[in-house]
């Protein structure tokens, strides 16, 4: 597969400042539309043979993709989408997971309002940031994001389902107020959204599926606290430690 963007990818300081100011940005062609092609055919081609965690209408959920399809392990480690995190986060970064996400044609669902962090089992991560890559054209009419700006401080929430319409705004009643911002993706195009931006996805209502790829990243200083979660139950990790190891690789090491 064929990377045609330069390795030493920069975000301009108008982007950095956009995301820090309201807790997401877009990052048009953060991959080039061949590359989002080939992808969208390797990420149909990994959750056919993988499986999927969550197989409903709202999405067709694969988790750690990259550690079982090399295909697929080329856009998680993509340089470009781990020198923008860094560059967006402004501190050392480490791979917490990736996701391929499938909206399924037709009448899917929303994927409903949430925060990421509330559902993984971290401590001393101020910076989580995913990056939610648009493997074909996304608009608002086959499951685009949707943010709400400026929230990412609301650090106390609790996790909320992502199927219960009212769920997050039971938690938050004040951001049922604020303003939206809905963000259309053509392939290739990212947003990349801090861990406490409260966002929500659009249901499907084209004839064809919206594939996307998320890779999620974490302060390298995170710590374990022992919850549980379906990436870490498995690894026997000691509650205390830094998340390390071969599982969550420094954002560094694939900036090369
Ligand atoms: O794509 C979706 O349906 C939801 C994605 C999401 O919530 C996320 O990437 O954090």
Redesign the pocket.
């Known amino acids: 597969m064929t990377q045609t963007a330069p390795a030493a990818f920069s975000v301009s300081p108008a982007l950095k400042a956009v995301y820090q100011r309201d807790g997401f940005v877009h990052v048009p062609s953060i991959i080039s539309r061949e590359e989002a092609s080939e992808f969208r055919a390797a990420a149909l081609s990994a959750t056919a043979r993988l499986g999927a965690i969550s197989d409903n209408a709202?999405?067709r959920q694969s988790v750690n993709v990259w550690r079982e399809d090399s295909a697929m392990a080329k856009l998680t480690q993509h340089p470009n989408v781990a020198a923008a995190a860094e560059q967006l986060a402004g501190v050392a970064l480490r791979l917490w997971h990736d996701?391929i996400?499938i909206?399924p044609a037709l009448s899917s669902k929303?994927?409903e309002f949430?925060q990421?962090q509330p559902y993984w089992p971290h401590s001393a991560s101020t910076h989580p940031i995913?990056a939610?890559i648009a493997l074909v054209d996304v608009p608002v009419e086959r499951?685009?994001?949707t943010f709400i700006p400026e929230a990412q401080g609301r650090t106390e929430l609790p996790p909320t389902s992502?199927a219960a319409q009212q769920g997050f705004f039971d938690v938050a009643p004040d951001l049922m107020w604020s303003a939206r911002v809905t963000v259309p993706l053509r392939a290739g195009d990212c947003t990349f959204?801090h861990?406490r931006c409260p966002?929500?996805?659009t249901p499907n209502f084209t004839d064809e599926a919206?594939v996307?790829h998320?890779v999620?990243f974490v302060d390298a200083a995170t710590i374990y606290t022992g919850s549980k979660h379906v990436v870490t139950d498995p690894l026997g990790l000691e509650a205390g430690a830094v998340l390390d190891g071969e599982m969550f690789p420094r954002a560094s090491s694939f900036t090369r």
Do not use: E, N
Request: net charge positive.
């Open positions: 709202m999405f996701q996400l909206k929303p994927t949430h990421d995913s939610w499951g685009c994001m992502l959204h861990g966002h929500m996805a919206r996307a998320v999620i």
